[in-house]
């Protein structure tokens, strides 16, 4: 499409040379069309490069110096400062056509080298990994952008079960991706290594206690570095599953037909505090049966304002939808938090859906254990 339009730009480009130069020659000398060739290069430098603006310059010029055959030669004052001002004003054009195209070179290697080391720090979660199904989403609020102050990640364990990470660097956009890259580092380093879920969290806390004003963009930002953060453990066989919550978003589980906002009985601070707090030593068990899925988000979903400063109710709508699986869910919320935002984000934006798919070596389904025995708080929608 565009590079029809380019050939389309640049008929029109050689037609008005060539209708401006029979105007000239025909109308005789009382008028002087010649000065309005300029168009010509000036109309081709909006699609086109040096080069072939400085062709059509070149035609211009010649069209100009077949006027001025036709009216009194190329000696007259008047023929030789219009053929001296083209000259300067095609020359111009091209430079400038020259730099422009230089810039975007440029600007291109820089995007490129960008989004290579954000794919990098970003690595997409398998879309199965041991017997869950996964879906994920990253709306980036910057421009160019593909991630910023959000960050997920999933990753597998010795122990026969899937570790699963979520969070939200304070701030927002290509600033905090240092702080997001070191728990994410630490996080799959420690996934691995780790067999209980709180020896894992300390890990990361660790890390980023050691590594954060190292990474932390201090100079743009003066204040309290932190990220807020959960990170589960999906045991493979049976619905156990346990979360640690460290000052994030609840996430909600869906069952069927009902949405229950998974709160925690045991919240953690947010990573990075170091000195000023102490970690949980225990997590928050609950089920996750086969069929139920369980949506992780960042605050910049349920933050996200409508353009009369409305919230955005993930809760209340998701518990409307139905739909059949991690990805057609995901695809539902899209949808629905562009058309309540107007298509317009103000921050990082982060889905995570994780399905349990029916095993035969998984156990029958249990009912969520209650409060009296250590789970989840949980509040339906």
Do not use: K
């Not at 389309?8 to 020659?25: K, N, P, R, S």
């Not at 069209?63 to 036709?70: C, E, H, K, R, T």
């Not at 000696?75 to 111009?92: F, G």
């Not at 978003?249 to 102490?278: F, K, Y």
């Amino acid at each position: 499409m565009a590079q029809q339009a380019g050939r389309g730009l640049l008929v029109i480009a050689l037609a008005l040379i060539v209708a401006i130069t029979v105007t000239d020659i025909g109308i005789g000398t009382s008028v002087h069309l010649g000065p309005l060739l300029v168009i010509a290069p000036t109309l081709t430098a909006s699609f086109a490069g040096p080069r072939l603006t400085a062709l059509v310059g070149a035609l211009a010029q010649a069209a100009l110096v077949i006027i001025s055959v036709f009216h009194g030669g190329l000696t007259t004052t008047n023929h030789v400062a219009q053929l001296v001002a083209l000259a300067v004003l095609s020359a111009l054009v091209v430079f400038i056509t020259y730099m422009r195209e230089r810039r975007a070179r440029e600007l291109s290697r820089v995007r490129s080298v960008a989004e290579t080391a954000q794919r990098i720090l970003l690595r997409p979660p398998p879309r199965r990994i041991g017997p869950l199904r996964v879906a994920w989403l990253y709306l980036a609020a910057e421009d160019e952008a593909q991630i910023g102050g959000d960050l997920l990640a999933v990753a597998r364990a010795d122990h026969p079960c899937t570790r699963v990470l979520i969070g939200d660097v304070r701030g927002h956009g290509l600033a905090s991706i240092g702080e997001a890259s070191v728990v994410m580092g630490a996080f799959r380093e420690g996934a691995h290594r780790y067999g209980s879920l709180p020896e894992l969290v300390s890990a990361v806390e660790e890390s980023v206690c050691r590594n954060l004003e190292e990474v932390a963009d201090t100079a743009h930002d003066a204040g309290e570095h932190f990220i807020t953060a959960i990170m589960l453990d999906i045991h493979d066989h049976g619905p156990q599953a346990e979360m640690l919550n460290c000052g994030h978003p609840p996430p909600l589980l869906i069952r069927g037909d009902q949405v229950t906002v998974l709160n925690s009985r045991r919240p953690a601070p947010p990573l990075g505090l170091c000195a000023l707090c102490t970690r949980n030593e225990r997590s928050d068990p609950f089920t996750l049966e086969p069929g139920d899925m369980l949506l992780l988000y960042t605050d910049g979903v349920i933050e996200a304002r409508s353009p009369t400063g409305a919230f955005y109710p993930l809760a209340e709508r998701v518990a409307s939808f139905r739909a059949s699986g991690p990805d057609a869910l995901l695809h539902r919320i899209h949808r629905d938090l562009l058309a309540h935002t107007g298509e317009q984000l103000t921050d990082d934006a982060a889905f995570l859906i994780i399905e349990r798919t029916p095993s035969r070596h998984l156990h029958r389904p249990h009912l969520m254990a209650h409060a009296g025995d250590g789970s989840l708080p949980s509040m339906t929608v």
